[in-house]
């Protein structure tokens, strides 16, 4: 829609600002959207059903519904809905098209050009429709500017994640012999444990147990086999209190005894 002429824009005079009343229910009807609703909530608690999924729906929550979409809605009676609709239609098939939903992060600007355009149809006012289409345009330009921002946001994020969980890596490889537990790792990455173990599992390619394990034996290869230490000694410092269990896990993982790397 960036790129659509605003004379592509079809205005349909279904369009309104309404304070749903508390037994307020959007059916379901016996065909789907024929055209375009842009839906926005200005406050209230609610649910929408749009081709099956549920969304929950408050303040900010936006939609731009679609032909052909199937749409139901309920609201909660103790804290109503207040919502805006637009119904329009479009020549030909837009290249890009905002998404079906979100929450509009800014919506100062986003909410005074719904007001515009539905005031201005409430008195005769002089291009009306030619400046209609220009605040549909600028509608869809703020939420295609929104997603943009968002997917940037998200790819910082993930930039960060990735840094932080190389970092937990490469902090459990630097000390081995430190008695590491998921729960102070993750705390270590200011993450759940759980989704700390999750990230870790898909940007390492191991469990953060295995890993751990791999580095303590990583280094008692080395210990043995450079520094000239004995079993024991290599055992007590990567923090083994049981000998027969170090040579277990050891063989278990390089196929061989440590006495016979050393």
Known sequence: MLH??????????AFATIHCEPNWKWRKRNKPLPNYDLFYVWSGKGTVVLNGKLYDVHKGSCFLFKPGDWTTATHDPQNPLVLSYIHFDLEGTPVLMPKTYRIVQDPIPFESLLTRYIRLFLVKTFGAEIEAKLILKQLMIHLLREEREIDKQLEHSSNDLLETIREIANFI????????????????????????????????GHTVRNYIIHSRINRAEHLLHNMGMTVTEAANALGYNDLHFFSRQFKKYTGKNPSDIR
Do not use: C, T, V, W
Request: glycine residues 2%; aromatic residues 10%.
């Open 4 to 13: 659509i002429n605003p004379d592509s824009f079809i205005l349909i005079p």
């Open 173 to 204: 490889q630097q000390h081995p012999g430190d008695p590491h537990s998921i729960e102070s790792l993750a705390m270590r990455a200011n993450l759940s444990p759980r989704y700390f173990s999750q990230k870790f599992k898909e940007i390492i």
